[in-house]
């Protein structure tokens, strides 16, 4: 023990927070991949319909599967909410954010945000094309729906666009607690988002949580090829 309290001493000069965030996100963007894989797998081997069965029927009155549990106003207000991680609002919100970042002459922001925007819309029809799954028909819709079930957009879209929004504006921001405030405004969209798909009928909980994965890893990995070239770039300037 006391040989090691030298050693914990001097870990604070050996790890900036920067190398402590990078770490983080690589290790959440190896688990979100990871766990993708896994629910592709179950999925496929139908290993999941009794928890997505049991979840959606817990959603909805035992004796109407047409209408879901809670008041009026949580039906009403779960509608609009879901609509924070369509294409269209997405779109929006994207184009709004990119031409702040280009008014602010931050071209790697805006290639990030480009790159992962973009790629996230581009392969999440590519995957629902490739899965097929079909919609839950076992509780009544409650929001339009035309494409396949797996993995859910809106909670891809929706991890992939606050996400990289949330460590954007988090990485020019100094205050730590100012930090903390955005991304976890970011995290709280993202469920928000997921949550409402399965409330609303039109996603099995498991198309929700491969959505979540996937985009949060796509979100973490552009983050991280950001991070990667800057610290090439410094390096490069340093040596230089």
């Given at each position: 023990?006391?040989?090691?309290?030298?050693?914990?001493?001097?870990?604070?000069?050996?790890?900036?927070?920067?190398?402590?965030?990078?770490?983080?996100?690589?290790?959440?963007?190896?688990?979100?991949?990871?766990?993708?894989?896994?629910?592709?797998?179950?999925?496929?081997?139908?290993?999941?319909?009794?928890?997505?069965?049991?979840?959606?029927?817990?959603?909805?009155?035992?004796?109407?599967?047409?209408?879901?549990?809670?008041?009026?106003?949580?039906?009403?207000?779960?509608?609009?909410?879901?609509?924070?991680?369509?294409?269209?609002?997405?779109?929006?919100?994207?184009?709004?954010?990119?031409?702040?970042?280009?008014?602010?002459r931050k071209w790697l922001s805006a290639l990030?945000?480009?790159?992962?925007?973009?790629?996230?819309?581009?392969?999440?029809?590519?995957?629902?094309?490739?899965?097929?799954?079909?919609?839950?028909?076992?509780?009544?819709?409650?929001?339009?729906?035309?494409?396949?079930?797996?993995?859910?957009?809106?909670?891809?879209?929706?991890?992939?666009?606050?996400?990289?929004?949330?460590?954007?504006?988090?990485?020019?921001?100094?205050?730590?607690?100012?930090?903390?405030?955005?991304?976890?405004?970011?995290?709280?969209?993202?469920?928000?988002?997921?949550?409402?798909?399965?409330?609303?009928?039109?996603?099995?909980?498991?198309?929700?949580?491969?959505?979540?994965?996937?985009?949060?890893?796509?979100?973490?990995?552009?983050?991280?090829?950001?991070?990667?070239?800057?610290?090439?770039q410094a390096a490069r300037g340093r040596r230089?």
């Open positions: 023990m006391p040989r090691l309290a030298p050693l914990l001493s001097r870990l604070p000069h050996r790890f900036s927070w920067g190398q402590f965030v990078t770490l983080a996100a690589l290790l959440a963007c190896t688990g979100s991949l990871w766990a993708f894989a896994v629910l592709v797998d179950e999925v496929l081997e139908g290993e999941t319909r009794g928890f997505d069965q049991a979840v959606l029927l817990a959603l909805r009155h035992p004796d109407d599967p047409a209408e879901p549990i809670g008041p009026l106003w949580l039906k009403i207000m779960l509608r609009d909410f879901t609509a924070l991680g369509s294409y269209s609002v997405l779109l929006l919100i994207g184009l709004l954010a990119l031409g702040y970042i280009l008014l602010l990030l945000l480009i790159v992962s925007f973009g790629g996230g819309m581009t392969l999440n029809p590519l995957l629902k094309q490739n899965f097929d799954r079909p919609r839950p028909e076992l509780v009544a819709h409650l929001a339009d729906v035309y494409t396949a079930s797996f993995p859910s957009g809106h909670a891809m879209l929706a991890a992939t666009c606050y996400l990289t929004l949330g460590t954007l504006l988090a990485g020019v921001t100094r205050p730590r607690p100012l930090k903390a405030y955005i991304l976890g405004a970011a995290i709280a969209l993202v469920v928000i988002v997921g949550c409402s798909r399965v409330y609303l009928g039109v996603h099995w909980p498991t198309d929700v949580l491969a959505g979540w994965a996937l985009g949060s890893a796509w979100a973490m990995a552009c983050w991280l090829l950001l991070r990667a070239w800057l610290s090439y230089g």
